[in-house]
């Protein structure tokens, strides 16, 4: 069960019953700078590329193709990839049939960088075509589109026969192009049924020119046929339409496995403080790095003031006598007790801790 639902639930028991939870804070979603709260895994990025040299993929990707060899693709009859590989790319070989990758990818980032052919004699769709297939499905089209004519959804980064891109950000022919694709597959229902169409975001040459586009379905050529349901992971494949396209520094990364965790569910009880109680902690309190925080009643809780600012920014909660925390942020207050009375605190927030003495 989520944690919205839990709450929703104890709000309507407790609506039935006719009393308010007002003690018991349930705690939803993570705290503002919670310390607490767990950093993202590291990655190291990759190098951009030139014209001259191809880049590099960052340090969680799977290369697809790095300029050496073929070993991640197959043809689509399972035999070996069969296309030219030199000077760092592969290309398109008469008879080399369209190849796919071995391993599935689900949702996913792809960086694939491509050039067309210079075929002065050709035009249309005959011109520098070739192809990204996504989940084997859904293709992203390849084409010479720089001064050259075609239909819409065809041209290059259409998705191919549903939807042209925002702008043609074409180059010329044999200069290299790119695509970042951010793609998002359908999701289906037990029975088969589609319960969400497949998205996909596409860079071309660093222009957008697909935002969130949905499939409506596989591409195909003079066809918009339906969706059926398909595995969770499928290879992508480039497209063989007998042009010698050239490709280099192609990249994945998984996107299912980043998943930001939840926030794990609290129940804390707060104290209940007369307005009595609550004067004993009121006071300005500062250290000699010029930190400056005033504690002041309002609204029969603690309310914190920064430095010289008369804005109040949040209330705080008594935990214990002597500790204190904000409810959506990561901000606790530990009172020092001396024979004096409280004479100071310790002010934590987001995993650092601040020390003041009571003015
Ligand atoms: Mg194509």
Same mark, same amino acid.
């Given at each position: 069960?989520?944690?919205?639902?839990?709450?929703?639930?104890?709000?309507?028991?407790?609506?039935?019953?006719?009393?308010?939870? *007002?003690?018991? +804070?349930?705690?939803?979603?993570?705290?503002?700078?919670? !310390?607490? $709260?767990?950093?993202? /895994?590291?990655?190291?990025?990759?190098?951009?590329?030139?014209?001259?040299?191809?880049?590099?993929?960052?340090?969680?990707?799977?290369?697809?193709?790095?300029?050496?060899?073929?070993?991640?693709?197959?043809?689509?009859?399972?035999?070996?990839?069969?296309?030219?590989?030199?000077?760092?790319?592969?290309?398109?070989?008469?008879?080399?049939?369209?190849?796919?990758?071995?391993?599935?990818?689900?949702?996913?980032?792809?960086?694939?960088?491509?050039?067309?052919?210079?075929?002065?004699?050709?035009?249309?769709?005959?011109?520098?075509?070739?192809?990204?297939?996504?989940?084997?499905?859904?293709?992203?089209?390849?084409?010479?589109?720089?001064?050259?004519?075609?239909?819409?959804?065809?041209?290059?980064?259409? *998705?191919?026969? +549903?939807?042209?891109?925002?702008?043609?950000?074409?180059? !010329?022919? $044999?200069?290299?192009? /790119?695509?970042?694709?951010?793609?998002?597959?359908?999701?289906?229902?037990?029975?088969?049924?589609?319960?969400?169409?497949?998205?996909?975001?596409?860079?071309?040459?660093?222009?957008?020119?697909?935002?969130?586009?949905?499939?409506?379905?596989?591409?195909?050529?003079?066809?918009?046929?339906?969706?059926?349901?398909?595995?969770?992971?499928?290879?992508?494949?480039?497209?063989?339409?007998?042009?010698?396209?050239?490709?280099?520094?192609?990249?994945?990364?998984?996107?299912?496995?980043?998943?930001?965790?939840?926030?794990?569910?609290?129940?804390?009880?707060?104290?209940?403080?007369?307005?009595?109680?609550?004067?004993?902690?009121?006071?300005?309190?500062?250290?000699?790095?010029?930190?400056?925080?005033?504690?002041?009643?309002?609204?029969?809780?603690?309310?914190?003031?920064?430095?010289?600012?008369?804005?109040?920014?949040?209330?705080?909660?008594?935990?214990?006598?002597?500790?204190?925390?904000?409810?959506?942020?990561?901000?606790?207050?530990?009172?020092?007790?001396?024979?004096?009375?409280?004479?100071?605190?310790?002010?934590?927030?987001?995993?650092?801790?601040?020390?003041?003495?009571?003015?």
């Amino acid at each position: 069960m989520n944690n919205k639902l839990i709450v929703l639930l104890t709000f309507i028991i407790a609506c039935f019953f006719g009393i308010m939870p *007002v003690f018991a +804070q349930l705690g939803v979603g993570w705290k503002v700078h919670d !310390a607490k $709260r767990p950093k993202p /895994t590291i990655v190291t990025p990759g190098s951009e590329s030139t014209q001259e040299k191809a880049g590099t993929a960052p340090s969680d990707a799977v290369v697809l193709f790095d300029g050496t060899d073929l070993s991640a693709w197959q043809r689509f009859d399972g035999s070996p990839a069969a296309w030219k590989v030199e000077n760092g790319y592969m290309e398109v070989v008469e008879g080399g049939g369209s190849i796919k990758t071995l391993e599935g990818f689900g949702d996913c980032q792809i960086h694939i960088e491509w050039s067309t052919p210079i075929m002065p004699n050709a035009s249309g769709q005959g011109n520098g075509n070739s192809g990204i297939y996504l989940m084997d499905h859904y293709e992203i089209q390849m084409l010479n589109s720089f001064e050259n004519e075609t239909y819409a959804d065809g041209q290059a980064a259409a *998705v191919y026969g +549903q939807t042209p891109p925002l702008v043609n950000s074409s180059r !010329a022919p $044999r200069v290299w192009q /790119t695509y970042d694709i951010i793609f998002h597959r359908p999701r289906f229902s037990e029975l088969g049924n589609l319960r969400k169409p497949a998205t996909v975001t596409v860079f071309h040459n660093g222009v957008l020119v697909h935002y969130n586009t949905e499939f409506m379905g596989p591409t195909d050529w003079q066809d918009r046929p339906p969706y059926k349901q398909h595995a969770e992971k499928l290879p992508i494949a480039l497209q063989d339409h007998g042009n010698p396209m050239r490709f280099r520094n192609i990249w994945v990364r998984d996107l299912e496995q980043y998943k930001r965790p939840e926030a794990p569910i609290t129940n804390i009880q707060y104290l209940e403080l007369t307005e009595d109680d609550l004067s004993d902690y009121e006071g300005t309190y500062s250290n000699e790095s010029g930190f400056s925080l005033t504690v002041k009643e309002r609204d029969g809780q603690l309310g914190l003031f920064f430095g010289k600012s008369k804005n109040f920014k949040y209330l705080i909660y008594p935990i214990t006598k002597y500790q204190f925390s904000a409810k959506y942020v990561d901000s606790t207050i530990d009172f020092r007790l001396s024979s004096r009375g409280i004479d100071g605190l310790t002010w934590t927030m987001g995993g650092t801790e601040i020390k003041a003495d009571r003015e």
